[in-house]
């Protein structure tokens, strides 16, 4: 069975901090994709990041940074100088190859304080 | 750039009472899926279509049907609505096949409430 821990569920860091945000996943799929997506206070879901399970290299996009280890099921997030406009809900989610659904981690919600 | 487009963003609906849920993909995105979430919880997979068939089925009640029409917009009817109903319903699109294959992008979403 698949399935996406986020243990963190709630974290509080002042601005301008660093943050990490847990991942770890279960799978026996050999080909899967990793996802994070971030829910705001107004409720939509972005996209944040799609990474396939053949693609161990970590990613940058500005403040934000992906640490994808297989030999750990991890895929960590980190926002580096956080702002107060990071604060949201952010999911990390799990898609195995022959299947359609998303499975969703509990989410972590993230407050970052000015 | 196009989003999805999810109509209504809001609606309030009584016990037992029916309601639409509208979804408009991305253009060329042929591919839709639902999902629902409830009040801090995660989102929950409801069923998918691909090229107007349905492609795979998650958590959807017997109450509620969907169907994807021949521009490719979805709908979703729910029926004999329960309070448990209450949620946030988003609709997703993607150009590929499967889930996987290229990113989901999500709709605003629709709300809905059960009194």
């Known amino acids: 069975a698949q399935k996406v821990t986020q243990a963190q569920t709630e974290i509080s860091v002042v601005e301008k901090e660093d943050v990490t945000l847990d991942c770890v996943y279960e799978t026996r799929d050999t080909t899967y994709y990793l996802f994070w997506y971030k829910q705001p206070p107004s409720g939509e879901l972005v996209f944040l990041i799609r990474r396939n399970s053949f693609d161990e290299q970590n990613e940058i996009s500005g403040r934000y940074s992906w640490n994808f280890q297989k030999s750990t099921s991890s895929f960590n997030f980190t926002i580096t100088a956080s702002q107060v406009v990071d604060s949201a809900v952010y999911f990390c989610?799990?898609?195995?190859?022959?299947?359609?659904?998303?499975?969703f981690g509990k989410g972590t919600r993230l407050h970052i304080l000015p | 750039a196009a989003g999805v487009i999810q109509s209504p963003r809001h609606l309030i609906k009584e016990k037992r009472e029916t309601a639409t849920l509208k979804c408009y993909p991305i253009?060329?995105?042929?591919?839709v899926y639902w999902y629902q979430q409830g009040p801090g919880q995660d989102p929950q997979f409801l069923i998918s279509f691909y090229e107007k068939m349905q492609s795979d089925k998650g958590s959807i009640p017997d109450r509620f049907s969907a169907q994807q029409f021949s521009d490719y917009h979805s709908e979703l009817n729910m029926s004999s609505l329960e309070l448990g109903d209450s949620a946030l319903y988003f609709c997703?699109?993607?150009?590929?096949?499967?889930?996987?294959?290229?990113?989901?992008?999500f709709g605003n979403g629709t709300r809905l409430t059960v009194t």
């Open positions: 997703a699109s993607s150009l590929a096949r499967r889930a996987g294959n290229s990113p989901l992008h």
């Open positions: 989610a799990l898609i195995i190859n022959r299947d359609d659904k998303i499975i």
């Open positions: 253009p060329r995105h042929d591919t």
